[in-house]
């Protein structure tokens, strides 16, 4: 059974960085296409991010490209979030998703049509001064 652990989250300031770390265990990473997702309280949840398993292809949300930086290390069988200048409404609950199979996600279109079979528990991120 794949297992998927987040860690890295916490309290930082408006502008500040966070790098999350998700741990992938009973399986190889490399097999998995990885994603980011991302709830506030009394909203809907959100692709943040995601690195393809075929080719590291990467996909950004509008609302992070150009601050968030996804990547992944498949001897560690580890994937990380790296998040600057961070904002008060990236306030959430940061999930990390595997997809199984060969899997180019570079747009929101595919995203959204990704069955993201294993999740893990999330860690929060809140950004506040």
């Known amino acids: 059974q794949v297992q998927l652990v987040e860690s890295g989250g916490g309290l930082v300031q408006p502008g500040g960085s966070l790098r999350l770390s998700c741990e992938v265990s009973?399986?190889?990473?490399?097999?998995?296409?990885i994603g980011w997702f991302r709830q506030a309280p009394g909203k809907a949840r959100e692709a943040v991010s995601s690195i393809s398993s075929l080719d590291e292809s990467t996909y950004y949300a509008d609302s992070v490209r150009g601050r968030f930086t996804i990547s992944r290390d498949n001897d560690k069988k580890t994937a990380y979030l790296e998040m600057n200048r961070l904002k008060p409404e990236d306030t959430a609950v940061y999930y990390c998703a595997a997809a199984p199979g060969r899997i180019r996600i570079t747009t929101a279109e595919i995203m959204a049509k990704v069955i993201w079979m294993f999740w893990g528990q999330g860690t929060q991120v809140t950004v506040s001064s």
């Open positions: 009973g399986s190889t990473l490399n097999s998995y296409a």
